[in-house]
């Protein structure tokens, strides 16, 4: 592993081609994986962990489900990229607002940072202002309006802005604490005549999983609507995972745009934005705001979003998704046990089947109090995992997942490792 990890450091930047996984949050060097399967991946020296990583979320039925990999095959024997509209991006979009009825139009693009990029875009343009609102911790991709104050991989390093954004590009940007509603009333008192848009993740994952306060989301939605400003929500980790329509369809509560990412490929590269009708025909051709890509909506990727959306469809009854709620339920029960067996004061944040293990003494409840943390617990505690062979996200500050692979008896073993850790 440590020669793998100096040859990478050779040719690419810190040995890795996203910040986050240098294990930087957690110390020691990063594990290469080489392949997975169901619940499970192998390092490249063959040895096998429980994933609880999902490759950030997206993973919904684990590791290589052999539909997806059949419906990829397929598709791949056709062609890899024509760079001109296929039927199957139409059947894609359709099958998208079947989930997501916020969404009458919508736009394919290559990964979620793409969707947020461009959303933002036509936001500015459709309302003709420039500045937007998002969260503290909030992070929705590498786009430069929004590496303001930002969570994830940024939050890890403890680097508020990164190098390369302009001043004044970072200036039209402001921030506010998640589930603060007098904070977020002030500062729409103070700009929302001004304000372009307001972006968030509904359930912010960035941070760790943090659920909304009572009526947060329904004050997000009155204030932008009274002032002339977009809501946009970032279900790029929640699309699909909290919900099969997502955090607006579990929340009740209908934003301007949605982005989508990750879970809509299955692990291909693939995302989506879209909004009403009226304002996503302000997208280029037909109107002012450009948006362009030549491998969005590329058939390798399409066809594993038919698969994946197809699948979500047969469990999408209320009766099927409660399954795979009630295995992360009976889970996420074990952990708390073993916690309060041992004394400890742990946090576990979860909504479905996505979960955080805070080491907080105090409920976490946005961004400042997950950076409360104690982060050298947690990064003991990865360690220990990854010995026993389970994989967690290797930051306090991130989300984990659990799928349909992870049968009940992978989740005990799981809790058993999580137990003795504890």
């Known amino acids: 592993m440590k020669s793998l990890y100096r040859k990478a450091r050779q040719v690419i930047p810190s040995g890795v081609n996203s910040p986050v996984r240098a294990f930087r949050a957690v110390g020691g060097d990063p594990v290469f994986m080489a392949r997975g399967k169901g619940p499970y991946i192998w390092d490249a020296r063959g040895k096998r962990y429980v994933d ?19 419906a990829v095959s397929r598709a791949l024997a056709r062609g890899t990229s ?3 509209a296929t039927a199957a991006e139409i059947e894609v979009a359709l099958g998208i607002r079947s989930f997501f009825p916020s969404m ?44 303001v104050r930002a969570g994830s991989g940024v939050a890890t390093f403890g680097i508020p802005d990164s190098a390369g954004v ?36 509904p359930v912010p994952a960035n941070t760790g999983v943090v659920l909304p306060a009572p009526n947060y989301l329904e004050r997000a939605r009155a204030l932008t609507k009274r002032h002339g400003a977009l809501l946009i929500f970032d279900e790029v980790i929640t699309g699909f995972r909290v919900s099969p329509g997502g955090a607006q369809q579990y929340y009740g509560v209908r934003p301007d745009l949605t982005c989508l990412g990750k879970i809509l490929g299955g692990g291909l590269p693939l995302a ?6 009226a304002l996503m025909d302000q997208l280029a051709p037909e109107g002012p705001v450009y948006q362009a890509g030549t491998l969005s909506g590329n058939p390798l990727a399409a066809a594993a979003a038919l698969w994946m959306l197809g699948e979500i469809k047969k469990i999408s009854s209320s009766r099927k998704w409660r399954v795979l709620e009630n295995r992360a339920e009976n889970f996420y029960g074990e952990l708390i046990k073993a916690a309060e067996r041992r004394g400890l004061t742990v946090r576990l944040n979860r909504l479905g089947s996505m979960f955080t293990l805070f080491f907080s003494e105090a409920p976490v409840t946005d961004y400042a109090s997950a950076k409360r943390s104690d982060t050298k617990r947690y990064a003991k505690f990865f360690h220990g995992c990854l010995k026993k062979g389970v994989y967690l996200a290797p930051s306090q500050l991130e989300a984990n997942f659990i799928s349909w692979a992870h049968s009940p008896a992978v989740l005990r073993r799981a809790a058993r490792v999580f137990g003795e850790l504890l």
């Open 82 to 84: 024509f760079g001109t």
């Open 104 to 147: 009458e139009k919508i736009r394919l693009v290559s990964s979620g940072t793409e969707a947020v990029m461009s959303a933002v875009r036509l936001a500015r343009g459709a309302t003709k202002r420039s500045k937007l609102l998002k969260l503290d911790g909030g992070y929705h991709g590498h786009v430069d309006s929004l590496l």
């Open 166 to 201: 302009p001043g004044e590009l970072a200036r039209l940007t402001l921030s506010v604490p998640f589930n603060d509603i007098g904070a977020l009333e002030d500062v729409f008192r103070r700009e929302g005549g001004e304000l372009a848009a307001f972006i968030l993740e």
């Open 272 to 277: 989506a934005f879209g909004g009403k009708s």
């Open 52 to 70: 609880f990583c999902c490759s950030w979320g997206p993973l919904l039925f684990g590791h290589a489900p052999s539909g997806l990999i059949s």
